[in-house]
């Protein structure tokens, strides 16, 4: 029976486009906008970040080596975190989210940075209608390592057999499915519901 329902952040509850970072940073640099999100996935500084193993300043500094970076901390925050926006499939994931919280713990679990998070906090109403969110900085942990979904199975209370997990990212989700955790890739809405009522989960 299924008790605690987590949803991953990104590209599920809320959407964003890093390439509209990428081109702001660009006219800061002598790098190409469409070289910065591959450079920054080859380094491991994003990693550190999203893990709160460095501080916003820490990672600005790296960065702006990294990429030869003319801007200040203060310039650069703003582009940094405005790449996120709702779509109607966030809204309705939203919906469903909202209307299962009466019967199961819901909860979030995502791999982002404090920069991020703090932002989504205080632009973005999403995060109100769970009983937690994991958010990796805070953890020292990102998925698809194995101990981030026990540790959040262990503050719900819930074994593996009892939660249900959605993530865009089907490494993620094999990172849940290995412990057992009733795991799915994310598409859409539609099939997100398909993939709750073929675990149990009640939707009326």
């Known amino acids: 029976m299924i008790k605690a329902i987590l949803f991953d952040l990104g590209n599920v509850l809320v959407d964003f486009d890093y390439s509209i970072a990428a081109r ?20 491991n500084i994003t990693s550190l970040f999203e893990e709160g193993k460095i501080l916003p300043e820490d990672f600005f500094l790296r960065l702006k080596d990294l990429l030869g970076l003319r801007v200040s901390y203060k310039v650069f925050v703003p582009i940094w975190n405005e790449v996120f926006f709702l779509s109607a499939k966030n809204r309705s994931v939203y919906s469903l989210a909202n209307r299962l919280r009466d019967k199961y713990t819901i909860a979030v679990l995502s791999n982002i940075n404090i920069l991020h998070y ?3 906090k205080k632009h ?27 540790k959040a199975l262990e503050a719900l209370g819930v074994s593996p057999q009892e939660a249900f997990y959605t993530d865009d990212r089907q490494e993620l989700v094999k990172g849940a499915q290995a ?9 859409n809405a539609k099939k997100l519901k398909d993939d709750l009522i073929g675990s149990g989960v009640v939707l009326s």
């Open 24 to 43: 702001r940073i660009a006219h800061f640099c002598g790098v190409s906008h469409k070289e910065i999100p591959s450079i920054l996935l080859d380094s």
């Open 118 to 120: 703090e932002y989504l």
């Open 124 to 150: 973005f109403p999403i995060f109100g209608i769970f009983h937690a969110v994991f958010a990796s900085c805070n953890m020292g942990l990102v998925k698809p390592d194995v101990k981030i979904y026990v």
């Open 179 to 187: 412990l057992i955790i009733n795991s799915f890739v994310f598409k």
